[in-house]
């Protein structure tokens, strides 16, 4: 079993930024992060490996197309610990956001439910 602990998220107004992090109770070789809005599905935001070597892993990290360019994952392999920058915030990226993490060398952001490890979430609200 492998737990996640969250923090960072709060409020901002349009264009502004927060952070997130997550740290895992071990080393685990994917992490990333979801968000879910009310009344929609969840969605996978960005991953990340936690590897030593960055050989073969030129696509990491990865991110959705909604927030590319805006938001940048990041990871501190000696903590374990998953970070999310998420700059020119907008409105529609008000959501709960979980962190996610899986033993597997493949990630797949379309899928939630292909993640074995989650963290409790962190609200995200973006005002106008």
């Known amino acids: 079993q492998v737990q996640l602990l969250q923090s960072g998220g709060g409020s901002v107004e349009t264009g502004g930024s927060l952070r997130l992090s997550c740290t895992a109770s071990?080393?685990?070789?994917?992490m990333a992060w979801f968000r879910q809005a009310p009344g929609k599905e969840r969605e996978g935001v960005a991953f990340?490996?936690?590897?030593?070597?960055?050989?073969?892993?030129?696509?990491?990290?990865g991110y959705a197309d909604s927030v590319k360019g805006r938001f940048t994952i990041s990871i501190d392999n000696d903590q374990n610990t998953s970070h999310l920058k998420m700059d020119e915030l907008k409105p529609e990226d008000t959501a709960m956001y979980y962190c996610?993490?899986?033993?597997?060398?493949?990630?797949?952001?379309?899928?939630?439910?292909?993640?074995?490890?989650w963290g409790r979430g962190t609200e995200v609200t973006v005002s106008s």
């Open positions: 996610a993490a899986k033993d597997a060398w493949l990630p797949r952001l379309a899928d939630p439910g292909y993640w074995d490890y």
């Open positions: 071990r080393r685990i070789r994917l």
């Open positions: 990340i490996r936690n590897v030593e070597s960055t050989i073969d892993d030129a696509d990491s990290p």
